[in-house]
Nanobody, 127 residues
Framework: QVQLLESGGGSVQAGGSLKLSCTAS????????IGWFRQAPGKEREGVAT????????EVVDSLEGRFTISQDNTKNTVYLQMNSLKPEDTAMYYC????????????????????WGQGTQVTVSS
């Protein structure tokens, strides 16, 4: 059974940093596209970043590039989302998701249909 477990969320003041983790289990970690998404109350879910676990290819949405980075530790089947210079508008539930794809060209924040989702971890940024 595929499981994605997010952790690392919490409450921080504006300007602070958090590092989220997404640990995958129950399936072959390689050749996966793993993405981070977020959803704030009353808003639609939006994509944040993706990483192709075999190639290491990454994408971060333009609006967050420079503050958010995505990385992985293949030995731990874990993908990270490092969030710096956090703003109150970053407050949201953050989810990771995964799908098996053969190529990093198919691993995109927009346009990739993710098959598996975690339960989410809450990030709250206060001003």
């Amino acid at each position: 059974q595929v499981q994605l477990l997010e952790s690392g969320g919490g409450s921080v003041q504006a300007g602070g940093s958090l590092k989220l983790s997404c640990t995958a289990s129950g399936y072959t970690y390689s050749r996966n596209c793993i993405g981070w998404f977020r959803q704030a109350p009353g808003k639609e879910r939006e994509g944040v970043a993706t990483i192709h676990t075999m190639s290491g290819g990454i994408e971060v949405v333009d609006s967050l590039e420079g503050r958010f980075t995505i990385s992985q530790d293949n030995t731990k089947n874990t993908v990270y989302l490092q969030m710096n210079s956090l703003k109150p508008e970053d407050t949201a539930m953050y989810y990771c998701a995964a799908v098996q794809v053969a190529s990093h060209w198919l691993c995109r924040v927009r346009g990739t249909s993710f098959a598996y989702w975690g339960q989410g971890t809450q990030v709250t940024v206060s001003s």
